[in-house]
T-cell receptor, first 114, second 110 residues
Framework: NAGVTQTPKFRVLKTGQSMTLLCAQD?????MYWYRQDPGMGLRLIHY???????AKGEVPDGYNVSRLKKQNFLLGLESAAPSQTSVYFC?????????????FGPGTRLTVL | QQPVQSPQAVILREGEDAVINCSSS?????VHWYRQKHGEAPVFLMI?????EQKGHEKISASFNEKKQQSSLYLTASQLSYSGTYFC???????????FGTGTRLKVLA
């Protein structure tokens, strides 16, 4: 089992460019999450999904879009990157609702927007 | 809405004990604890549920006071490997939104 994997590990963008971050899990988990973590700060929920074909907004959704076309994949898109989106992005998954099940995290993607 | 943790930071010597607190202004139905080492992803430590049920992977103890909307993590006989940032987390009532606490940086010195 690879667990939760994220692609890419590092990325540098210029302001206004777009990109997609890919999260994949092989644990057959229903729930998936995207978080961002700014330096010295905690994790903030961007978007989440409670099953294939579903997505919902988290705490800081502005400037991001997501899709969950396949159960094992959760994509995070930045349509027009801004320096304020410089952060480390973590994907996580859980077998059931996050309230009662542990979340398994991917290794993170370090994104810098110039 | 973000749970507040205290202390913000603590430094210990190996073998010393520490308590990390997590307090919420909203009703808590469950509390999770995670540890994150520098440059790494958070790792699950424990879930505490209403009614007293606990699920964890490590020999770390914790308490959950539902009435006070608080949880505490107890680190006893600390080891160097305990160093990192500890986060509590919970789901906002009536939603599936997960929210992490403010974090506590813990450093254990030899």
């Amino acid at each position: 089992n690879a667990g939760v994997t994220q692609t890419p590990k590092f990325r540098v963008l210029k302001t206004g460019q777009s990109m997609t971050l890919l999260c994949a899990q092989d644990m057959n988990h229903e729930y998936m999450y995207w978080y961002r973590q700014d330096p010295g700060m905690g994790l903030r929920l961007i978007h989440y999904s409670v099953g294939e074909g579903t997505t919902a907004k988290g705490e800081v959704p502005d400037g991001y879009n997501v899709s969950r076309l396949k159960k094992q994949n959760f994509l995070l898109g930045l349509e027009s990157a801004a320096p304020s989106q410089t952060s480390v992005y973590f994907c996580a998954s859980s077998s059931g609702t996050g309230g009662y099940n542990e979340q398994f995290f991917g290794p993170g993607t370090r994104l810098t927007v110039l | 809405q973000q749970p507040v943790q205290s202390p913000q930071a603590v430094i210990l010597r190996e073998g010393e004990d520490a308590v990390i607190n997590c307090s919420s202004s909203k009703a808590l139905y469950s509390v999770h604890w995670y540890r994150q080492k520098h440059g790494e992803a958070p790792v699950f430590l424990m879930i505490l549920l209403k009614g007293g049920e606990q699920k964890g992977h490590e020999k770390i103890s914790a308490s959950f006071n539902e009435k006070k909307q608080q949880s505490s993590l107890y680190l006893t006989a600390s080891q160097l490997s305990y160093s990192g940032t500890y986060f509590c987390g919970t789901v906002l009532s009536g939603t599936y939104k997960y929210i992490f606490g403010t974090g506590t940086r813990l450093k254990v010195l030899a």
